[in-house]
């Protein structure tokens, strides 16, 4: 196998990691080859009479880097429900077999953690426990963990890899272009759970016939006749996706984690052949699978999770023979919330700091949009690079404008406003109200516990209760 000059660089600066440390942290783009790095670590493992773990969490993962070992003529063992223990030193193992299992296997050399931001999993853990000898290397192309924490307490250095962009000048991934139709999805009312929107919450704000039938018809004007992978939020929200575009004479599936193994296969190969263009699903394209022939990826999923947008995307940025770019459509504003794909971002095993931005926040790296035909793209150009349509300049939004001079915001005084405003709200109708004109993300439990402060005592479960019940009669 021979590996790309970033992939050597990757390999060497984790060997050389890995002499002073017990674990380290390898980030590397979606698309940029993990799975070549994890032969090849493998391979010169078991060179040096060494036994070697590559742990995964997905059965499509554990199929693929099995066949890319037996290409390399390498033996190994399959750590699988259905499959029998062997005593072969290289070994691929489903965690959720392993951690089963621990007791049958010895102490390897070498684990290798394939999407390591899941590494904080009990499941993982468990393993690592186990074996507390084992030299760690995790691979991820976002190394954080989806509620935006670090992973500093299970990889002690990180190695950072090539940019998204870098990797697109270079011909390793397809270059994109970004659609942002007009959001839909309204996040008042909608709770956060994990670092995320709340799963049930969300798919009832999305899975809506005006909704999809929008999707639909964006598809139709901009990517028909493409092979598109829809990210929805829930599975009957996926199956309700595809129903709507085999309506409009579009060829579609549902992919889903219930169906069988060679159901699942099936599915992705006719998908890969064109005979389905759309496939809809809610988990199983985020991460791991390598479907170079996907030419769209369009989100109906509103998520908070820059891991979850960032592996999203990846799936569609390998290059494939014909494939001029990926088209993104997103219905949903996550590049409002996340910036672009290839935008400069820095990694570390602190994770996000806290307070640095919100979800609802602008990106790191400002975007423009086209008010005609909705194409996003960095500021710069006056004219739309993909329709011609003159660019609107966004006003400024961290300083208030009037009669064409800046105004220093007097917090002082906003604050004593805010104070006397709480004050005239009497009654739990009235905060609730306030709540919901200040934006609040919870204002029926901010109202409950208000009320409940100024008598110095705590909310009831029934005043939380009759306050949510007042918020969704306010919201109407």
């Keep these: 196998m021979i590996l790309r000059p970033y992939q050597d660089d990757l390999i060497d600066k984790a060997r050389q990691a890995l002499r002073v440390n017990q674990s380290v942290l390898m980030q590397a783009p979606t698309g940029a080859g993990k799975t070549a790095l994890t032969v090849t670590m493998m391979k010169n493992a078991a060179a040096q009479g060494k036994r070697s773990f590559f742990c995964v969490h997905q059965n499509e993962l554990l199929q693929q880097t099995g066949k890319a070992l037996w290409k390399q003529h390498l033996e190994h063992g399959m750590v699988a429900a259905g499959k029998r223990a062997s005593k072969l030193p290289a070994q691929v193992a489903s965690v959720q077999t392993l951690v089963r299992r621990l007791d049958q296997y010895e102490e390897p050399d070498l684990i290798i953690i394939d999407e390591a931001h899941r590494a904080a999993a009990a499941t993982y853990l468990k393993i690592l426990e186990a074996y507390p000898r084992a030299k760690v290397v995790g691979l991820t192309a976002t190394p954080q963990r989806t509620d935006g924490k670090g992973l500093a307490d299970i990889f002690q250095s990180l190695i950072v890899g090539p940019s998204v962009r870098q990797l697109i000048d270079a011909g390793y991934l397809s270059d994109y272009e970004i659609f942002a139709p007009p959001s839909m999805f309204d996040a008042t009312g909608v709770q956060t759970r994990a670092g995320d929107f709340a799963k049930e919450q969300a798919e009832a704000a999305m899975d809506k016939p005006t909704i999809t039938g929008d999707a639909v018809n964006h598809y139709r004007k901009l990517a028909k006749g493409k092979r598109c992978v829809v990210m929805c939020v829930g599975i009957k929200h996926a199956d309700h996706v595809a129903e709507q575009y085999r309506q409009a004479g579009i060829s579609a599936e549902s992919l889903d984690g219930t169906m069988s193994n060679a159901g699942r296969e099936d599915v992705l190969q006719r998908f890969e052949r064109g005979e389905t263009l759309v496939l809809t699903n809610t988990n199983l394209l985020i991460e791991g699978v390598d479907i170079p022939a996907i030419e769209v990826v369009q989100w ?170 007042i918020e969704r009669e306010l919201r109407g």
């Design 300 to 469: 109906l999923r509103p998520t908070q999770s820059l891991i979850i947008w960032m592996q999203g995307v990846g799936r569609g940025l390998r290059p494939a023979p014909g494939k001029d770019r990926l088209l993104l459509l997103d219905h949903v504003g996550n590049v409002h919330r996340h910036g672009l794909p290839d935008d400069p971002r820095e990694w570390s095993l602190e994770g996000r700091k806290k307070g640095k931005r919100k979800a609802n926040d602008e990106p790191d790296v400002s975007i423009q949009q086209c008010q005609s035909c909705y194409a996003v793209f960095r500021p710069g150009p006056s004219v739309c690079p993909k329709c011609g349509a003159p660019v609107q300049k966004q006003p400024q939004r961290e300083l208030e404008i009037i009669e064409g001079e800046l105004q220093k915001i007097d917090l002082e005084r906003a604050r004593k406003e805010r104070k006397r405003e709480q004050g005239a709200a009497r009654t739990l109708r009235e905060l609730v109200a306030l709540g919901i004109r200040r934006e609040m993300r919870k204002p029926g439990a901010w109202a409950a516990i208000t009320t409940a402060s100024r008598e110095g005592r705590k909310p009831t479960p029934a005043e939380f209760q009759q306050a949510k019940q």
